[in-house]
Structure formats: C-alpha cells, structure tokens
C-alpha cells in the first residue's frame, strides 16, 4: 500500500441561514501530504454534507500519516415511482422583458386562418405565425461560442450536454448573492445538471429582476464545477456572472464553464417544485449553426 494521509484540524463553520458549529481535532482523509486551508474546508463540508454554509475557519491544522478510515456522502434522495413533467421555463410572449433595456420579442400573424383559405381546398386552413426577437429572450442557453471565438454555436453542442441528464439543485439561501465553493462542496456534481436555486426568478418581468444584488456564481465555483465535471449549469436569476458595477464587467463564470464546453441555462424559474435529485433535465435549443445563444424549453422529469 502507498502513503495514506490524514488531517487533523480545528473547524468554525458559519451558516447563511444563521448559527454555527465548531470542531476540535478532527480527522479527514485527504490524497495527499498537502492541501490548502480552502480545499480542507471543501472537504468537510462534502464529507458532513453540510448545506448552506458561509465560511470555514480551519485552525491547528496537522497533517499525519495513517490508514484511511473511510468517510460518508451526502445521502442520496429515495427514488419516487410517480412520472412527472416540471417546466423550468419562462413563457415567451409579445412584448416580454427578459433583460432590462434589451428589445422585447415581436409575435405576429405571418399568415392567417383567414388568409390562407385562398390557398386550400374549402374547408381546409393553416395559421403561421412569425416572431422576431434577440436570441437571448425567456429561458435560454448559452453554447461556448457566446464567450469564445471559435467555440461550438448551438448547431456544435452534444445533445449529452443538453437532453436527459441526471440533475441536482443547489438551494441558495435567500439573500445570498454569491454562490461560492463552499456552498457546492456538499453536493455530487458529477456528470450532472447542476441547478442553482436562488428563489431571483420571482422578481422575473420586473425592474428590480436586473437590480445589482441579484445573486450569481463566483468564479472560483465555477472553476470548481468544471473540475468536478458538471456537464450543464443553470440559475433561475438574471446572470450566471455578477452584474454590479463593483464586478466592473468581468464574467468569470461563463468564462470557465464555456471554456470548458459546459452550458449555460440563465433565466430558469419553477426550480422549488424539483426534489434536490433524482431527476433528469432538459434544455435543448434548436440546431442552429452561427448562433451562441437561443431560447429553451428548459423542463425536468421526476420519478417514473
């Protein structure tokens, strides 16, 4: 057998939700004979499958040589046997808000039932509508070219990005803007969907839906869902990415997710009424080629 690791340390956690907790000389597993303060304190979360936490101060920290003792998960949700169909989704309609100052989508008659009798045998008529609007409207789906040059367009996304995937919801905190590592630490992210539940959605249509406290993705976090291999990730507020002046226009987030070949779904709603796993989801925007964004019918399947 190799080296086996473990460390020994002090923990004080505080909770976004209030309270706290403290641990004195406890003992975790790690890979290595080293690890940082911040990776420590991601590794206790996970292993207690503490949820909702602000901040770890870890202390006294040594590092021995012993055998593993083993740890736990976070358990995982009983299975439901009854199939049901949720929409995460926003409804596109004439003249909607999605972002504030950006131009509301146009829906028209292209032809109508009237007009087209002319056209058809007695009896027989067609409607078609026609609809102009941004791509970036309602429910919709970042692919990597949104960000970079050269990345895939929505015709260049694997639908095993997009269709039927395994989903977790990361419940946020109300109040909380920034969703951080830590927040992440508890939850099996793997292969996933990962859904970031910040209850913003509410203020959808609304003046104070772009307002600078509406809560986001760090991009630590972000970097830290790619590197446990998130496979989509989605938030039912304004923008993955902090939009206050104090971000001065950065966009960490998608930056590294798109980076790293994982969509974006911004402008979900409807993520309280899906358990925190034991779903599958679906965002799959038409295959357009030369196109980074496009609206979603974004929606889960639970049980079944």
Request: hydrophobic share 45%.
């Amino acid at each position: 057998m190799g080296e086996q690791w473990r460390a020994r340390f002090d923990a004080e956690v505080d909770f976004a939700n209030g309270g706290g907790l403290r641990t004195e000389g406890f003992r975790l597993d790690i890979p290595g004979r080293e690890i940082t303060d911040e990776d420590l304190a991601a590794s206790f979360v996970r292993h207690l499958g503490l949820l909702m936490v602000a901040e770890v101060r870890i202390s006294a920290k040594t590092i021995i040589e012993e055998p593993h003792k083993g740890g736990r998960g976070v358990a995982a949700a009983e299975p439901t046997t009854d199939r049901r169909y949720v929409e995460l989704n926003h409804v596109i309609s004439d003249g909607m808000i999605t972002l504030p100052g950006w131009p509301a989508p146009r829906i028209g008659d292209w032809l109508t039932f009237e007009a087209s009798r002319a056209n058809y045998a007695p009896g027989t008529e067609f409607w078609v509508a026609e609809i102009d609007m941004i791509a970036n409207t309602g429910t919709y789906l970042d692919a990597p070219g949104h960000r970079w040059a050269g990345g895939d367009d929505l015709a260049g996304v694997r639908l095993d990005r997009l269709a039927d995937l395994p989903g977790v919801v990361v419940r946020v905190p109300t109040g909380t803007r920034a969703v951080d590592r830590l927040m992440l630490a508890p939850y099996e992210v793997a292969g996933r969907a990962v859904l970031l539940h910040t209850g913003w959605d509410e203020h959808f249509g609304t003046e104070r839906y772009g307002a600078p406290e509406a809560p986001y993705l760090t991009g630590d976090a972000a970097q830290a869902l790619a590197d446990a291999g998130a496979v989509l990730v989605g938030i039912d507020s304004i923008n993955l990415d902090d939009m206050s002046p104090a971000a001065g226009g950065t966009r960490p987030a998608h930056s590294v997710l798109l980076a790293a070949g994982i969509p974006i779904v911004e402008h979900l709603t409807g993520l309280d009424d899906l358990p925190p796993s034991g779903f599958r989801f679906t965002a799959a925007p038409p295959r357009v080629a030369g196109m980074g964004t496009f609206p979603v019918r974004a929606f889960a399947v639970v049980g079944g």
